[in-house]
């Protein structure tokens, strides 16, 4: 991969935190490329760093050192209403906890973001919301307030409000931390499907078999990357979630 093909880019890129007398160096001289419409898995042990890899590739956070790149923009040299508007165009995050406002529905949690948003080409507010819902299939709950729907419906929730903005990437962290292994598949199902529509995924996971589904696993452990690598049969969640049903394809009857 080319330089001039990556929507991610970072050069030595270097995290230090510094917490009264003792420095932690979080990320050590990173360089990473990830092209568009890739699906990625970030895995490791608790403080490997992967976490602040994504708070700096989400521009939540700076590096100490390096630069970083996001779809050919130096990102180190915005200023934060830059970085606030950066995230607003081009990045959608989901967090393991959903982050649902408790008494407001799942349609008010996904038309949220473009109210606050500052840009002045969304266009109608209320379509884009619904198209983000049915996108999710979650379009018949539009009105259900998040303890009217299972911990599966409120990720896809949050998944749709990542959409809202028609980001080129999403950011997702351990989106299925909090869920049963069925409704894991169903939510990489459906990761897989905006995959394919052209959405690149970025994903940290410690979950192996949900890193399966992806097309690349990136592994860190003390703050470098240690493994990176492309997975030769990703999963496919639809089939795993319908094994039955693909059986019967395969044995050439009809599905």
């Known amino acids: 991969m080319n ?26 001289g990173i360089d990473l490329r990830i092209a568009p419409g890739e699906m990625v898995a970030i895995m490791g042990a608790s403080g ?16 100490t050192r390096g ?17 606030a508007d950066i995230r607003n165009r081009k990045i959608g995050f989901v967090f393991q906890g959903f982050n649902l406002l408790a008494r407001t529905t799942a349609f008010e949690n996904v ?9 002045q080409d969304i266009g109608d507010v209320e379509k884009l919301t619904r198209q983000a819902l049915e996108r999710v299939g979650l379009a018949d709950r539009a009105h259900h307030f998040p303890n009217q729907l299972s ?34 598949v169903e939510i990489m199902a459906t990761f897989q ?11 940290v996971t410690h979950e192996h078999d949900i890193a399966d589904y992806c097309k690349r696993v990136i592994e860190f452990r003390d703050g470098r990357i240690i493994r990176d690598q492309a997975v030769p049969r990703p ?7 319908e094994p039955s049903r693909w059986q019967a394809a395969s044995q050439g009857e009809r599905p």
Do not use: F, W
Request: glycine share 6%; proline share 3%; charged share 25%.
């Open 3 to 28: 330089d001039a093909s990556a929507v991610i880019r970072t050069q030595s890129i270097t995290k230090i935190y510094d917490s009264g007398e003792v420095q932690v160096e979080a990320l050590k």
């Open 48 to 63: 490997s760093g992967k976490s602040t890899m994504l708070n700096i590739l989400g521009c939540l956070d700076h590096p």
């Open 67 to 83: 630069d970083y790149y996001l779809d050919g923009i130096h990102v180190n040299e915005l200023d934060n209403d830059q970085l």
């Open 111 to 119: 038309e949220l973001p473009l109210l606050y948003s500052r840009r």
């Open 151 to 184: 911990g599966g419906q409120q990720q896809r929730v949050a998944i749709a409000r990542a959409l809202v903005n028609q980001p080129a990437i999403v950011l997702a962290d351990e989106p299925t931390g909090n869920l049963d292994s069925r409704t894991s």
């Open 193 to 203: 499907e905006l995959n394919r529509l052209g959405i690149t995924l970025i994903m």
């Open 235 to 241: 999963h496919d969640a639809v089939r795993d979630l």
